[in-house]
């Protein structure tokens, strides 16, 4: 009988731009509008098949508050590939993404990174090409979701296993 691997990812991003909403789409197949935020940390395990095995998914939920960056850092380590998540209607979750990335990289400097540009159920003042550019000069994949709507979520976490793969060790 094999083994299934486990993969840890990470979904890092300022508080309430959907972090958990695109969690919980993916995972239990829900939308909540209303959520109570993340404190510290939370996961949730997922299988995932890929064309040639089956994986498990580790999806490790980051609080997006300032005064859990002490202790969200030692959650980065063993990490296989992070999603960096900003709000399509909030500008300034866009520009925060420098921070997130540098709080990653520190503990997990060649971790794989997607961008994500949720909320696209809503009417998004951000182009998405800023983020696409932002992506792009980071050599980072980009992606719009929608929490609600379950836009680019099956993908998202789809791409994050795929990134997350090639790195696997197996270990008996």
Not at 23 to 34: A, D, H, L, P
Request: net charge neutral; glycine share 8%.
């Amino acid at each position: 009988m094999a083994t299934i691997p486990v993969l840890k990812i990470v979904i890092a991003g300022d508080g309430n731009v959907g972090k958990t909403s695109l969690i919980r789409r993916y995972c239990e197949g829900k939308f909540e509008q209303s959520r109570v935020a993340t404190i510290g940390v939370d996961f949730q395990t997922k299988l995932v098949d890929l064309e040639d095995r089956h994986v498990k998914l580790s999806i490790w939920d980051m609080a997006g508050q300032d005064r859990f960056q002490v202790m969200r850092e030692g959650f980065y380590r063993g990490s296989l590939a992070a999603a960096l998540v900003y709000d399509l209607t909030e500008p300034e979750s866009l520009d925060h993404l420098v921070r997130w990335k540098g709080e990653i990289q520190r503990v997990v400097p060649a971790v794989p990174l997607i961008v994500v540009g949720n909320k696209a159920d809503l009417a998004p003042p951000i182009p998405a090409d800023d983020g696409r550019q932002w992506a792009l000069a980071i050599g980072a994949d980009y992606l719009v979701t929608s929490a609600m709507t379950g836009r680019g979520v099956g993908e998202l976490f789809r791409s994050l296993a795929l990134m997350a793969a090639p790195a696997q060790r197996t270990s008996r």
